[in-house]
């Protein structure tokens, strides 16, 4: 039916194809494999608006998931056709061709290159001013999606003149626009400084602060996503985000439910903690972030104790909460994690903690860390290095027993092999420390 030559049996047959291709991956390969793709994007040159659009929506779910479908979807030819229908006058029409370019830019860094060059960015920034609400949310989700990754895609968004609409779409009374426009505002704002100033100096900040307000958990993880890769910057913008109020917001979205919206709330607190860290301690962050470390969700976790990690930078008295709130068992828990991630900033979190007092330190040996210390140093990671080898200077400074604890747990012919590594200077020399206070050459 998609090869008749009416157009009502070719909108049917494409409805078919739609519903069918939302339900699984199954579907959608079976769908490919019977030759369904190029006969849709054939119907994307349809002069009928509706045929145009379900045609457009099947692409949309059948680029749901898997590459090989994406894939599949481009070679046929269904880029230009697409960006021609950003141009079509009906909202239903756009809204189908934004969603299939939506899905195809997910996860596929040459997809969204090929849509930049095809010339969809004016256009798609010219829907951010559509009066339809699920068209400026399907133009600023293909937006989010075009920007990760590639500095060349943020700064064509950028040159675009998107960024002061897509704040503009901020003050929608629509969570999807809302949501839209925050994660790529998000997405902006995780590559350079250049893409970060932009955002900042468009008075994106106040406004995302106020979504954390929000009662829809979506726009909650949106925006406190936008304000962790905004806090990545520059300190001043640090400190106006804490000044405009976003702290005691941030730290009360920690007790939410909902996985995303944690990691996103921890990950702000994490980056606008550094020089800021008293203030992240004075609203109550602490056990909130401890409670964290619970999580099943490794991201969360991540988040969480790279939150721990700069906020142990504070001073000892700060540094005594931190412990009396119970995260140092927790911390060296995270250490068995086998995500580098997670053990990393763990690692520098115990390592800020044990330079503090005697008591810390002997809180942090209580907990058992030290046997999990030597098999971080094997790591072939730097940062997990680098943090092992100096929560291991900084514990050994305990006592004499320490010191032989630390050697009987094998810590010294790994710190001695990363001795050999030139071209770490800083580890190299952390471990030249360390390797004289246990007695090795």
């Known amino acids: 039916m998609l090869q008749s030559n009416l157009a009502r049996r070719q909108q049917q047959a494409a409805e078919e194809v739609s519903g069918l291709a939302v339900q699984s991956q199954s579907n959608r390969d079976a769908i490919i494999a019977a030759g369904a793709v190029p006969l849709l994007v054939t119907l994307l040159r349809s002069d009928q608006p509706a045929v145009q659009a379900v045609s457009a929506g099947s692409l949309h779910q059948l680029a749901i998931g898997a590459q090989r479908s994406k894939g599949a979807i481009v070679a046929a030819g269904a880029v230009p056709l697409l960006v021609a229908l950003l141009r079509s006058e009906q909202p239903a029409v756009q809204e189908e061709a934004a969603g299939a370019f939506w899905n195809l830019a997910a996860g596929n860094q040459e997809n969204r290159d090929a849509i ?59 969570s999807a626009v809302q949501v839209g426009a925050a994660s790529a505002l998000r997405n902006l704002a995780a590559g350079c400084q ?32 936008a304000l962790r890769n905004l806090a990545a910057g520059s300190q001043p913008s640090r400190d106006a985000s804490i000044a405009a109020g976003a702290v005691p917001l941030l730290v009360a979205l920690l007790r939410s439910d909902k996985p995303a919206v944690q990691e996103n709330a921890a990950g702000a607190l994490s980056r606008l903690s550094v020089d800021n860290e008293v203030a992240i301690i004075a609203a109550g962050a602490v056990p909130l972030l401890v409670d964290l470390f619970r999580s099943a969700n490794l991201a969360v976790q991540e988040k969480a104790a790279a939150a721990f990690r700069n906020i142990s930078c504070a001073a000892l008295r700060y540094k005594d909460a931190i412990v009396a709130a119970g995260a140092v068992p927790l911390l060296v828990a995270l250490l068995r994690s086998d995500q580098p991630d997670v053990q990393a900033p763990a690692a520098s979190a115990l390592m800020n903690i044990a330079a503090s007092s005697q008591p810390n330190r002997e809180a942090i040996f209580a907990a058992g860390a030290v ?66 206070r246990f007695g090795a050459p």
Request: hydrophobic letters at 50%.
């Open 116 to 174: 930049v060059a095809a010339g969809a960015v004016p256009l798609l920034t010219a829907l951010l001013r559509s009066d339809t609400s699920a068209v400026q949310s399907g133009a600023a989700s293909v937006l989010r999606n075009v920007a990760a990754g590639s500095r060349e895609n943020e700064h064509a968004i950028i040159a675009a003149g998107a960024v002061p609409l897509l704040i503009a779409l901020l003050r929608s009374d629509k």
């Open 194 to 225: 250049l893409s970060r100033d932009a955002v900042i100096v468009a008075g994106a900040e106040p406004l995302l602060i106020a979504l954390l307000k929000s009662d829809k958990s979506a726009v909650q993880s949106g925006a406190a996503g």
């Open 371 to 436: 046997p999990l210390l030597p098999p971080l140093l094997r790591s072939g990671l730097p940062a997990v290095q680098e943090a092992a080898v100096s929560a291991s200077w900084n514990l050994s400074a305990c006592s004499l027993q320490s010191q032989a604890d630390i050697i009987a747990a094998g810590a010294v012919p790994l710190l001695r092999a990363l001795l050999v590594d030139h071209n770490k200077a800083r580890r190299s020399a952390s471990c030249a420390r360390s390797c004289r």
